[in-house]
């Protein structure tokens, strides 16, 4: 099994900045697709950005222009750099991990293999 472990989150004021990591233990890390997820209460889990192993990346519309996926393959780490926190992106972001290359990055939580714990961000108004 792979483990993923989110650090990062935590309190910020609206306006500000936080940057999540996710670390992975597989050795094969380079190759996979990485996506991060985000899910308020009472919502769905969402996709906010995904970089493949390729280097193909997506953006959600409501992140794009404030948020950067980024991985650095020697680490075993992907990053989400995310600056001009709003409110509504307040929630449990989690890291997930897709064995398989596919043309884009996936969407859907289900085309995912692995996952993290997740890790709190919460922006105040």
């Known amino acids: 099994q792979v483990q993923l472990v989110e650090s990062g989150g935590g309190l910020v004021q609206a306006g500000g900045s936080l940057r999540l990591s996710c670390a992975a233990s597989e050795r094969t890390f380079s190759s996979y697709t990485m996506g991060w997820f985000r899910q308020a209460p009472g919502k769905e889990r969402e996709l906010v950005a995904a970089i493949s192993g390729g280097g193909s990346i997506y953006y959600a519309d409501f992140v794009k222009g404030r948020f950067t996926i980024s991985r650095d393959n020697a680490k075993n780490t992907v990053y989400l750099q995310m600056n001009s926190l709003k409110p509504e992106d307040t929630a449990v972001y989690y890291c997930?991990?897709?064995?398989?290359?596919?043309?884009?990055?996936?969407?859907?939580?289900?085309?995912?293999?692995?996952w993290g714990q997740g890790t709190q961000v919460t922006v105040s108004s």
């Open positions: 997930a991990a897709r064995r398989i290359e596919a043309p884009r990055p996936p969407s859907d939580r289900a085309d995912y293999d692995y």
